[in-house]
């Protein structure tokens, strides 16, 4: 199972940006998705989820009404639209799969990619 992260970047405060992560190895429609954020000093933080069984979605107080999740079944490609950002979301973004019902728990997750750096600055 392999995932890759990608749509990282440079970008001012209260620009945009799409992280995109690549699923090989298995059918994203039987997965649960998170998207996991790192900043330094801080501890791993689960920033949004969808189901795979009925596509419900979790955001983190933080992001809830920025970010939005989505999933192109069809690619086996999971998506997180950041709109609004903020210094505060600088961070490296991961995203993670497990079976079934997602968790905001990073620990629940038993594959994740090598993340990609966001950076919020003017």
């Known amino acids: 199972v392999q995932l890759v992260e990608s749509g990282g970047g440079l970008v001012q405060p209260g620009g945009s940006l799409r992280l995109s992560c690549v699923v090989c190895?298995?059918?994203?429609?039987?997965?649960?998705i998170g998207w996991f954020r790192h900043a330094p000093g801080k501890e791993r933080e689960g920033v949004s989820c969808i189901n795979s069984s009925d596509n419900s979605t979790y955001y983190s107080d933080s992001v809830k009404g920025r970010f939005t999740i989505s999933r192109d079944h069809g690619n086996n490609m999971v998506f997180l639209q950041m709109n609004s950002l903020e210094p505060e979301d600088t961070a490296v973004y991961y995203c993670?799969?497990?079976?079934?019902?997602?968790?905001?728990?990073?620990?629940?997750?038993?594959?994740w990619g090598q993340g990609t750096q966001v950076t919020v600055s003017s």
């Open positions: 190895g298995l059918r994203v429609d039987f997965y649960a």
């Open positions: 993670a799969t497990k079976k079934d019902y997602y968790s905001e728990k990073y620990y629940d997750y038993p594959y």
